[in-house]
Antibody, heavy 114, light 107 residues
Framework: EVQLVESGGGLVQPGGSLRLSCAAS????????MNWVRQAPGKGLEWVSFINHDGDTTYYADSVRGRFTISRDNAKNSLFLQMNSLRDEDTAVYYC???????WGQGTLVTVSS | EIVLTQSPATLSLSPGERATLSCRASQSVGSSLAWYQQRPGQPPRLLIY???KRATGIPARFSGSGSGTDFTLTISSLEPEDFAVYYC?????????FGGGTKVEIK
């Protein structure tokens, strides 16, 4: 069974940093590209970032480019999202998803507030 | 950036009725369009990919159609568990984008 479990969310002040993790199991993690998607409270879905299977290709939404960095550790079956210079508008539930888009974690809540 | 416009924003229907949801793209996405269902407190669930292919385990009452800029998700006969929010997503161009969603509510 495919499992994706996000962690690392929490309350952070504007301008602060946070690192999200996504632990993957039940499939060959190193064979799949991965994505981060977020959802602000009561709002729709927003794609955030993509990384290919070996980590040498990444893409970002304009809203996070230059502030967020996606990475992965295939030896540890883990996906990461380093979030710097956080803003109020980054407040959201952050989901990781396998690039088949059929598998999603339950999400981790990031709250940016003073 | 490709903008996806979903309509209507809210659809009020009764169980057993047919639901027709629309997604229009600001430029052609070919057939690279997916549909998701999201229930409160849950992650999105993939229903349809490549515009018309049902994902694994998705009931036959869900169908997708369209290509280019105009797409439709049809639920042939609403079951109680189908009342939820539905999103379309294009995977043709970076950045990937989602539509704003259509809420299907019980009338």
């Amino acid at each position: 069974e495919v499992q994706l479990v996000e962690s690392g969310g929490g309350l952070v002040q504007p301008g602060g940093s946070l690192r999200l993790s996504c632990a993957a199991s039940g499939f060959s993690f190193s064979s799949y590209s991965m994505n981060w998607v977020r959802q602000a409270p009561g709002k729709g879905l927003e794609w955030v970032s993509f990384i290919n299977h070996d980590g040498d290709t990444t893409y970002y939404a304009d809203s996070v480019r230059g502030r967020f960095t996606i990475s992965r550790d295939n030896a540890k079956n883990s996906l990461f999202l380093q979030m710097n210079s956080l803003r109020d508008e980054d407040t959201a539930v952050y989901y990781c998803s396998r690039d088949t888009w059929s598998d999603w974690g339950q999400g981790t809540l990031v709250t940016v507030s003073s | 950036e490709i903008v996806l416009t979903q309509s209507p924003a809210t659809l009020s229907l009764s169980p057993g009725e047919r639901a027709t949801l629309s997604c229009r793209a600001s430029q052609s996405v070919g057939s690279s369009l997916a549909w998701y269902q999201q229930r409160p407190g849950q992650p999105p669930r993939l229903l349809i990919y490549d515009a018309s292919k049902r994902a694994t385990g998705i009931p036959a009452r869900f169908s997708g159609s369209g290509s280019g800029t105009d797409f439709t998700l049809t639920i042939s006969s609403l079951e109680p568990e189908d009342f939820a929010v539905y999103y379309c997503q294009q995977r043709s161009n970076w950045p990937l984008t989602f539509g704003g969603g259509t809420k299907v509510e019980i009338k």
